[in-house]
């Protein structure tokens, strides 16, 4: 068993394996405030990654509606329910992760392995909200009833589950951008990567018998070029880049900004101890203690930064390139009211103003002799 320190815990935790950080670490932020469910993320990578034979109810990314919903079915409740309470000291976790909740130390990190039925509705949930709303309710101020939507893919975590879990050690994290992988080759479909995952992202496929999960669109990753779910995502919720492993955290890298520096996003469920590497900015209209439970104690600061996001005009141009482009920026600036980003060669990728540009025509076209209406 190896001692790594675990940032998202504030404290050391036994792992496994032993291993250096990745030269870079991928990294994603997904704004759920700005999240409509439209599912665009789900049906880009289903299409692409997951059509064939087998992978039917395999859905590596996937959005779903919180409190209720959940993919597969429970995947984070019946987790909760078996593991101890998270307890925090500040930012320290006090209670014990999923790595240190078993009898013995060569025993697979805590977990469950969930039963074919539970991946039949992948939208159970949807849309529904905390309490029944009563005839006539409309917004006036405050959320006493809410739900939120939240998207989900892989974590490519910093201590991965399915990596200590796995007795045949198929699953690998790359080196070159800490993205983790089945080798296919190697597995034997016992689906122990399967119950260790608390996030359940790792899917048997009955017919191959074997595991799969997120590659992180890597091909892409290659190409210098975000995932698909980032680039088809129509709400410009997400953000693909990378995290600085082997130095401090760079202001001009928009995901250390964000992530390291300022600390809007949160990981999901930190408690666990996995470290995900998927970033979440939570939800201004749903009760603390419950987005507590959900990204740690870090959420009360969030909330109160991105209300007063305006005043920061460095982060807030970090997140005016939220679907800007689709190529991976790995560094930007603020210049004036633009944000620009760059990519690792020092290529401009894109320029976005703060105040989009306002163009009031004449009700008459002379060029074309007509009136000008709301459609044209």
Not at 139 to 152: D, E, S, V
Not at 240 to 251: A, D, I, K, M, V
Not at 324 to 331: G, K, Q, S, V, Y
């Amino acid at each position: 068993m190896a001692e790594r320190n675990v940032r998202h815990i504030g404290r050391a935790m036994e792992y496994p394996y032993e291993g250096p950080p990745p030269k870079k670490q991928v990294a994603y932020v997904f704004d759920t405030n700005k999240c409509i469910e439209c599912q665009t993320c789900t049906v880009a990578c289903k299409t692409c990654w997951t059509s064939g034979k087998g992978q039917e109810q395999i859905f590596w990314n996937n959005v779903e509606t919180k409190p209720y919903g959940g993919y597969p079915l429970g995947w984070d409740r019946r987790l909760l329910e078996v593991s101890n309470p998270a307890h925090w000291a500040k930012d320290r976790l006090e209670s014990k992760t999923i790595f240190e909740q078993k009898d013995k130390p060569t025993d697979p990190p805590l977990g469950f392995r969930p039963v074919s039925d539970d991946y039949r509705m992948p939208n159970l949930g949807e849309d529904d909200c905390t309490e029944k709303l009563a005839k006539g309710a409309h917004f006036a101020g405050l959320h006493p009833t809410w739900m939120f939507y939240l998207a989900r893919i892989c974590n490519h975590c910093d201590n991965p589950a399915c990596l200590a879990a796995c007795p045949r050690k198929a699953i690998y994290k790359r080196d070159e951008d800490g993205i983790v992988l089945v080798d296919q080759e190697r597995c034997r479909g016992y689906q122990e990567c399967v119950r260790a995952c608390p996030y359940k992202k790792v899917f048997y496929n009955l017919v191959s018998r074997s595991s799969e999960k997120c590659i992180g669109c890597f091909p892409r990753v290659e190409q210098g070029l975000v995932a698909l779910c980032v680039e088809s995502c129509i709400g410009k919720i997400r953000m693909h880049g990378f995290l600085e492993t082997n130095s401090q955290p760079r202001e001009d890298n928009p995901i250390d900004l964000i992530v390291r520096i300022r600390k809007l996003a949160l990981p999901l469920y930190p408690q666990f101890g996995t470290g995900p590497n998927v970033y979440y900015i939570p939800p201004l209209h749903v009760g603390l203690g419950f987005l507590e439970m959900m990204f740690g104690p870090g959420v009360e600061q969030s909330l109160s930064m991105y209300r007063e996001i305006a005043k920061d005009r460095q982060l807030l141009g970090a997140l005016l390139l939220f679907g800007a482009t689709n190529h991976i920026i790995h560094r930007f600036a603020v210049e004036g009211n633009i944000a620009v980003g760059w990519n690792e060669a020092g290529d401009e990728l894109v320029r976005v103003p703060f105040t989009e540009p306002t163009v009031i025509r004449d009700p008459f076209d002379t060029k074309a002799g007509a009136y000008r209406h709301n459609t044209t």
